[in-house]
């Protein structure tokens, strides 16, 4: 957790929130499925008197923390401003209700970027704060707040998670050669700042393809993490063989979701640790919108996919990809595979106007390499 500063200093709104917002991002890669929430506590003349952040799934919310902190430092939180990230729950669910918390410490103002959406809480954390004459305060740093928990609005909204797209190409949209070579497009920064991406999603998505093809442990090496994700495997014929690397990693589950049932191979990969599930649409191959609303009864909040270009096309064409996380090479490479096949129902495009619009959310520059984040137009306005 960021720590507060020895000596305490004085803290306008905007500051504190700010300092919020940090803690809420420092969350990102443990708090899931539980959204990433920053708490900051300002005493009455401006003193920061406690801080905290989510905990991992069953420990304490960024609130609970941030009180914590304050009794730990000796600090009175009668009379402060909790200046939070998200709505404070108002319910019992792995823990007690965060406005409840706020209530009896004596806070007696809130601060927050965003309501939650959760069912559970919906405006009832505001409703039970302003019922015991807290003051509540709604929209500061909404952007960023939503931002790091577009994953969490998405399933709590939608039912279904956030799909993010992350391709590494070439400056000419190429990723990887026509005998299927693709290591490496990118440099080593690139490939670091991608395992961040995976360390915060609630699972990293690929198919059979992938596994076949290149034999990934797709787990999160680069950066320091607490928690590996979920790997899923979209995997109609349960083609994934049983003594691939990607089983080999420590305490990651790995989730496959199949068409069509065989025996052996099922007992093989089950003997390994999978977990399979059969979903099929009426082509027999997986029906990957029913599986994006399985992921999200699992808890899912951000997928996190990274997949050859056939499962790439079959996202987008079924209109499944929400945002892509794109690495581009500053290189050209020509003949080769792109990043998706028949990305639309019906082959070629005869006009642009029927081009999948896009977003630019940042472009930025990892190491020789350039980054952009761009989301479907639209896909965010739930």
Wanted: proline letters at 6%; glycine letters at 10%; a negative charge.
């Amino acid at each position: 957790m960021t720590p507060l500063p020895s000596s305490t200093p004085t803290l306008s709104a905007d500051e504190a929130m700010r300092l919020a917002l940090s803690l809420a991002r420092d969350a990102s890669r443990t708090a899931p499925p539980n959204p990433a929430v920053g708490c900051v506590l300002v005493a009455p003349d401006g003193r920061i008197v406690g801080s905290g952040q989510t905990q991992r799934v069953g420990g304490a919310h960024a609130e609970v923390m941030a009180l914590r902190d304050a009794t730990a430092r000796g600090e009175d939180t009668r009379g402060a401003t909790a200046y939070v990230t998200l709505e404070p729950c108002a319910h019992h669910g792995r823990t007690g209700p965060c406005c409840e918390a706020l209530i009896e410490a004596g806070v007696a103002r809130v601060v927050a970027s965003i309501a939650d959406p959760n069912p559970l809480v919906a405006g009832q954390g505001f409703e039970r704060l302003r019922a015991a004459g807290l003051a509540v305060e709604v929209g500061s740093g909404a952007s960023e707040a939503r931002a790091l928990n577009i994953g969490f609005l998405s399933r709590m909204v939608r039912r279904t998670p956030w799909v993010r797209l992350k391709v590494a190409a070439s400056l000419d949209g190429r990723t990887a050669l026509e005998n299927g070579s693709s290591q490496w497009i990118t440099g080593e920064a690139a490939r670091a700042d991608g395992h961040a991406w995976r360390a915060r999603a609630g699972a990293v998505l690929t198919g059979v393809g992938t596994v076949i093809d290149d034999d990934p442990q797709l787990d999160v090496r680069a950066v320091e993490t607490p928690r590996q994700p979920p790997l899923v495997i979209v995997d109609s014929r349960l083609q994934t063989p049983p003594g691939a690397r990607l089983f080999d990693v420590p305490g990651r589950a790995v989730w496959i979701y199949a068409a069509a049932a065989h025996e052996a191979r099922a007992g093989a990969l089950q003997a390994r640790g999978a977990d399979i599930r059969y979903l099929p649409n009426v082509g027999g191959k997986v029906d990957l919108a029913a599986m994006l609303a399985d992921l999200a009864r699992r808890e899912v909040n951000e997928l996190h996919v990274e997949a050859g270009h056939k499962l790439n096309g079959s996202l987008m064409r079924e209109g499944l990809v929400d945002e892509l996380l794109l690495y581009m090479a500053p290189k050209f490479i020509g003949d080769g595979l792109g990043i998706a096949s028949q990305p639309y129902a019906g082959g070629p495009l005869n006009s642009l106007d029927g081009a999948l619009a896009l977003d630019f959310h940042s472009i930025e520059a990892i190491g020789p390499d350039l980054r952009i984040v761009a989301l479907v137009a639209g896909r965010d306005s739930f």
